[in-house]
């Protein structure tokens, strides 16, 4: 609520043309501040009445959410009443009472006319008469809150009588089902009972009358087991004298049991000698037919195994350099090794070019990781085709000397060459660290896990294409123009090649295509450079991506003998040695 205190937010009244200033402003604030007060006084007034009507009506109900906020409102209306008396109180008991009148006395000119006078007296009498009368209300106010707090102990006496009477109805009426469930409860267990005897009266005169009936039958029956026991002594000595007779017969069907049983025995040591005679000549038989199988499985297993000899002779001259004719049980087929080939892509490949990121760019590991790739599958078809006949010739000839490169004329038979070619590839996974040991020294790259892992599998693809008949081959030369048949796109798609990134996988050179390449796009024509292919050494001072073809003198010279050494610094590609 705002209120106006004394020296604030005054108006100025129509004697403010006055000199003296002690006279309008003490007069005007004080009295303006009374008439706020008593006017706020009696509008909380007004707001107590209401809202002591709500609570009244509001606790007839038992459960009322509204009642907390009308108690709130009743409390802070009789708040605001006080707050208005006591600053009422503060003004009208203060001991400047007459200090206005004196400073109006000071400032006003004694020699001013009579009607000046009566007017300031006649103002000062209306302001009395407003504050007396505002005064009254106030103090009737006053009364009204304590006759507000009586009646508010007595309707909390009310309300406390008037629960305690619930609760004594509510203890009637409960007191009142109690007796009225124990009052039927007896009725039924009184009418259980006058039903149960009335019950047991039946019965008992219906065992008295089943008795006499049950004497009058035991009579009759005793009677009827009279003469039966008289029927039943007949019969049994009737009995008595079949069964003598019986057994007299008896006597002699044993008589006769005990022949027929000795002439049956006869029979029976007759049939069992010839029987045994029989399972003799049986089993002379069986031991025959046995003999005559076991020699027709020796028979029909020397037959298979010339036909299966005869079959894999005729097989190793057909896969003869017939990469169209593929064993589906050798695991390392070529299209097993051209799944490969895409794991190592997958991941290898790609855990590799990770730990290479810290030292290269991206088109310098691409160029490095496929150098590694071509630079090994080089080293493999050099190791399984350079005088690999003449070594075995020379071992089983001169077995000491054969570390020497051997001179002599190949001697080995075509269908001996096919056998030893067959060999070499079933024991293809069985030498691959071996293998390793030999070109892993001659290729360099980071010694890291990755990378190595990387190289290792590189070794595993290289020696596997390489062993096959004829090897596969690995071509990483593309036409400027982006063949979608033979290579996959990288990270862009154009019209034209920019580079490779993964070679593509044949089945021979010149032969179908069993795994795509992978190829940088562009929309731009590069300049014509032909690419790393398989077998052709590239010059060692350029990336793989920009090697020209090498010349059959160089290709003579040292065959597969480059090495690849990652560059210290990431500014430019790898070098080669």
Same mark, same amino acid.
């Given at each position: ?5 004394y ?28 008439l ?51 600053r ?24 001013r ?27 009737l ?18 309300q406390?009588?008037?629960? %305690? $009477? =619930? !609760?004594? *109805?509510? #203890? @009637?009426?409960?007191?009142?089902? +109690?007796?009225?469930? /124990? &009052? ?57 004298? %079949? $069964? =003598? !007779?019986? *057994?007299? #017969? @008896?006597?002699e069907?044993?008589? +006769?049991?005990?022949? /027929? &049983? ?8 007759e ?28 028979e ?21 350099? =017939?990469?169209? *004719? ?5 695991p390392?087929?070529p299209t ?5 080939m ?29 150098d ?6 080089d ?10 006949f ?64 990387y ?79 398989e ?6 001072a350029l ?35």
């Amino acid at each position: 609520m705002a209120t106006a205190y004394y020296g604030q937010g005054s108006t100025p009244s129509r004697s403010s043309d006055l000199k003296s200033n002690a006279y309008k402003e003490p007069y005007n604030h004080e009295a303006e501040t009374l008439l706020v007060q008593t006017k706020l006084a009696y509008e909380a007034a007004k707001v107590v009445g209401k809202e002591q009507k709500n609570i009244e009506r509001k606790m007839k109900k038992e459960l009322s959410k509204e009642l907390p906020g009308c108690i709130n409102k009743y409390n802070n209306g009789i708040k605001e009443i006080k707050d208005a008396f006591a600053r009422i109180g503060d003004i009208v008991n203060s001991d400047k009472e007459d200090y206005r009148f004196a400073d109006q006395i000071r400032g006003v000119d004694r020699r001013r006319p009579v009607f000046w006078k009566k007017k300031k007296e006649h103002e000062r009498s209306r302001v009395e008469e407003t504050f007396t009368g505002h005064q009254s209300e106030s103090f009737l106010c006053l009364n009204k809150d304590g006759e507000i707090k009586q009646l508010q102990d007595k309707i909390n006496e009310l309300q406390d009588s008037l629960e %305690n $009477l =619930n !609760q004594i *109805i509510r #203890s @009637k009426d409960g007191l009142e089902k +109690q007796h009225h469930a /124990e &009052k039927q409860h007896l009725q039924r267990k009184y009418e259980e009972e006058i039903h149960v005897k009335e019950e047991a009266l039946r019965n008992l005169n219906q065992i008295i009358r089943s008795k006499d009936e049950l004497e009058k039958q035991h009579h009759a029956e005793k009677q009827h087991l009279q003469r039966k026991y008289e029927e039943e002594i007949h019969v049994k000595e009737e009995a008595l004298r %079949n $069964l =003598n !007779q019986i *057994i007299r #017969s @008896k006597d002699e069907l044993e008589k +006769q049991h005990h022949a /027929e &049983k000795q002439h049956l025995q006869r029979k029976y040591e007759e049939e069992i000698h010839v029987k045994e005679e029989a399972f003799r000549n049986l089993n002379e038989v069986i031991q025959s037919n046995d003999e005559l199988y076991r020699k027709h499985d020796v028979e029909m297993q020397a037959k298979e195994e010339a036909l299966r000899r005869l079959s894999s002779v005729a097989s190793r001259q057909m896969r003869d350099r =017939n990469p169209n *004719i593929t064993d589906l049980s050798d695991p390392n087929r070529p299209t097993k090794i051209a799944e490969k080939m895409s794991e190592l892509f997958d991941n290898q490949w790609t855990d590799a070019f990770d730990v290479l990121e810290r030292e290269m760019d991206d088109r310098q590991i691409i160029e490095t990781l496929l150098d590694t790739l071509m630079r090994v599958s080089d080293e493999c078809r050099r190791l399984s085709d350079e005088n690999f006949f003449e070594r075995v010739q020379q071992s089983i000839e001169s077995p000491i000397e054969a570390t020497e490169i051997p001179k002599n004329r190949i001697l080995l038979s075509d269908q001996l060459k096919q056998q030893i070619k067959e060999f070499r590839k079933i024991r293809a996974a069985a030498v691959l660290k071996d293998i390793e040991k030999i070109i892993k020294p001659r290729i360099k790259l980071v010694n890291h896990p990755e990378v190595q892992d990387y190289l290792s599998r590189c070794v595993e693809i290289g020696w596997l294409c390489a062993v096959q008949d004829p090897p596969l081959f690995l071509k990483a030369q593309s036409p400027l123009e982006f063949d979608t048949n033979a290579f996959k796109d990288y990270t862009k798609r154009g019209k034209y090649v920019e580079y490779v990134v993964w070679p593509a996988l044949y089945l021979h050179e010149g032969g179908v295509l069993l795994a795509k390449g992978v190829a940088q796009g562009t929309d731009h024509k590069p300049t014509p450079v032909r690419n790393y292919v398989e077998g052709r050494q590239p010059p060692p001072a350029l990336p793989y991506s920009k090697m020209q073809a090498a010349s059959p003198e160089n290709n003579a010279a040292q065959p597969g003998r480059a090495t690849l050494a990652p560059s210290n610094n990431t500014s430019g590609p790898a070098k080669t040695k």
